[in-house]
């Protein structure tokens, strides 16, 4: 397990711990011995879908760049995802339900315009309104007055688009009443979508998308699609998580092989994952030695069954593909050990997992898939999707096979150019077959598993699944204000999915990375992504 190794942070010598520790800035004057703090690092990123907006980015590609442009009221500590204000000076409630949001003073753009409280109140509002197509617009849907700037018929047309329950206070001070009690709020706030924009984005969207300006640590340079994203240090940045480089360069990579090499002959810099080949035989271990980096992810791999294509819409023939998955050997071989087989939708690490919620039907089982699939009456060929990239073709085929092997069906891995050319894919609910799905947390909650990816209608349901029981029980979990007595109601609604298998459970990464011989200082996140407050550049 990734836990039992010493991670190389903490393995520096005590002298450049302490230097690293008094840096208050990014500048030069925070240079130490062996540090270049005007230097440039360059980390592993696959083609954004979309424009660099807060409120349209929900996918790994984009968050890279999104994640360092935009700061929002509170962070998360990489290690686990507990919370602390970042921008909030304090958010406060009595019942869970309205929230009075203070934020702190001083904080700019990087045009220079002050970030006020009507930012946050006037992106949200951007995000959430539905002709706006905003891809993270139902994170607002706790939101008082949501359903008359987003309502629940596609084609209708909202009835404002401003929400109710976002009130301006003052330049620093804003209200949020949501719909009920709703103990996930605070954590979701940290979560992009919930950043704010400026001023200049709402006279003109379009001339924004292509020079992005936020708040955060960097600031927009440049992009170059299917080649790179370029960032600079913001040096007016007020928040703890300033960076200590000068240049941040996510380099767009078609092949995780092709990047890893790169890392290993110092051409890129830190990559969040290793492809399965590199970790065959820990071959991993012998390239980067102490610059390997593991963290504990809070992440799942499921197989998505898109309810549109009729032939998933079939109970018996998605547990027979579930049973006939063996789980333990590819994770074993294909994946050299550096994944973990699952037994539900929620990973354990987050608070309120239970184990076995899927039952049998994440269990090997050739025999009793083979009965569930003579049962289910499909006949033809399966197909399973996803972008070949980045080191998902590699255990795609090995599920692919073992399906075939236990059931006698044909069934065959078709690979997309990219993710963002799979993400079109799967957004534009274009899919004919299974299809890859990866989560991360957004935020570490069980309700961000559940939500998102499975109540009818959210921004990640790519399956299009829908069963109102199983919204209604989330409905309860949210509007329950004690977080304890939430947590038990989300557990219900995602024990209701095992006689529903919405996607199949596979697997969930162990967390491990590399950083190249550029770097003196690297870290990885829950979430499996670059924590670039901790980078350092060896002068």
């Known amino acids: 397990m990734s836990g039992s190794r010493s991670v190389p942070w903490l393995a520096l010598p005590v002298a450049l711990v302490m230097a690293l520790t008094a840096c208050g800035g990014g500048g030069a004057k925070d240079s130490a011995a062996g540090e270049n703090p005007d230097g440039k690092v360059s980390i592993y990123g696959t083609e954004p879908k979309a424009a660099l907006l807060p409120g349209n980015t929900t996918e790994a590609g984009?968050?890279?760049?999104?994640?360092?442009?935009?700061?929002?009221?509170?962070?998360?500590?990489?290690?686990?995802?507990?919370?602390?204000?970042?921008?909030?000076?304090?958010?406060?409630?009595?019942?869970?339900?309205?929230?009075?949001?203070?934020?702190?003073?001083?904080?700019?753009?990087?045009?220079?315009?002050?970030?006020?409280?009507?930012?946050?109140?006037?992106?949200?509002?951007?995000?959430?309104?539905?002709?706006?197509?905003?891809?993270?617009g139902s994170f607002f849907a706790q939101i008082q007055g949501y359903d008359d700037v987003h309502p629940a018929d596609e084609a209708a047309k909202p009835a404002t688009d401003k929400m109710s329950g976002l009130e301006v206070v003052g330049d620093h001070e804003f209200k949020v009443t949501l719909k009920g009690a709703f103990s996930v709020f605070t954590s979701q706030l940290g979560y992009h979508p919930f950043s704010p924009l400026p001023d200049v984005f709402f006279t003109d969207p379009k001339a924004f998308e292509a020079k992005p300006i936020g708040n955060g640590p960097l600031k927009f340079v440049s992009r170059t699609p299917n080649a790179s994203i370029e960032l600079e240090r913001f040096d007016d940045y007020q928040g703890e998580d300033k960076v200590h480089f000068k240049t941040l360069d996510i380099k767009i990579y078609s092949s995780q092989e092709t990047a890893y090499q790169d890392l290993v002959a110092g051409k890129l810099d830190f990559m969040e994952a290793l492809p399965p080949s590199a970790k065959i035989g820990d071959k991993h271990l012998t390239d980067l030695g102490d610059r390997v980096l593991n963290a504990n992810l809070l992440g799942i791999s499921t197989i998505g069954l898109p309810y549109y294509v009729p032939e998933f819409n079939n109970v018996d023939l998605r547990k027979a593909i579930s049973l006939a998955i063996n789980r333990e050997q590819i994770t074993k071989t294909v994946l050299a050990n550096s994944y973990a087989p699952v037994d539900g939708w929620v990973p354990a690490g987050i608070e309120g997992y239970e184990p076995g919620v899927c039952g049998e039907f994440c269990k090997y089982d050739p025999a009793k898939a083979k009965e569930y699939f003579t049962k289910s009456g499909f006949t033809g060929k399966l197909t399973l999707q996803s972008n070949a990239d980045g080191g998902r073709k590699e255990p795609l085929e090995a599920a692919c096979n073992s399906i075939k092997q236990a059931l006698g069906v044909e069934c065959e891995f078709?690979?997309?150019?990219?993710?963002?050319?799979?993400?079109?894919?799967?957004?534009?609910?274009?899919?004919?077959?299974?299809?890859?799905?990866?989560?991360?947390?957004?935020?570490?909650?069980?309700?961000?598993?559940?939500?998102?990816?499975?109540?009818?209608?959210?921004?990640?349901?790519?399956?299009?699944?829908?069963?109102?029981?199983?919204d209604a029980l989330l409905t309860k979990a949210d509007s329950t204000?004690?977080?304890?007595?939430?947590?038990?109601?989300?557990?219900?609604?995602?024990?209701?999915?095992?006689?529903?298998?919405?996607?199949?459970?596979?697997?969930?990464?162990?967390?491990?990375?590399?950083?190249?011989?550029?770097?003196?200082?690297?870290?990885?996140?829950?979430?499996?992504?670059?924590?670039?407050?901790s980078f350092r550049v060896k002068g």
């Open 62 to 136: 984009g968050s890279k760049a999104v994640d360092g442009l935009y700061s929002r009221l509170v962070a998360f500590k990489p290690e686990d995802g507990s919370t602390s204000n970042l921008m909030a000076e304090s958010i406060t409630s009595a019942d869970a339900k309205v929230y009075d949001i203070k934020i702190k003073s001083g904080w700019k753009f990087h045009d220079g315009t002050e970030v006020k409280a009507k930012n946050f109140v006037d992106a949200w509002n951007y995000a959430a309104y539905s002709p706006n197509a905003q891809q993270a």
């Open 414 to 470: 078709v690979g997309a150019t990219n993710f963002g050319a799979f993400r079109q894919i799967v957004d534009g609910h274009q899919l004919t077959g299974m299809a890859r799905s990866d989560w991360s947390a957004d935020y570490p909650s069980i309700e961000n598993f559940l939500t998102p990816q499975y109540r009818t209608g959210s921004s990640s349901n790519d399956t299009a699944y829908s069963n109102p029981a199983f």
């Open 481 to 533: 204000a004690d977080k304890n007595a939430a947590i038990k109601e989300y557990q219900e609604a995602h024990k209701l999915m095992a006689k529903d298998i919405p996607s199949i459970p596979v697997w969930s990464e162990k967390g491990i990375g590399g950083y190249s011989k550029n770097l003196a200082a690297a870290k990885l996140t829950f979430s499996r992504d670059a924590d670039l407050a």
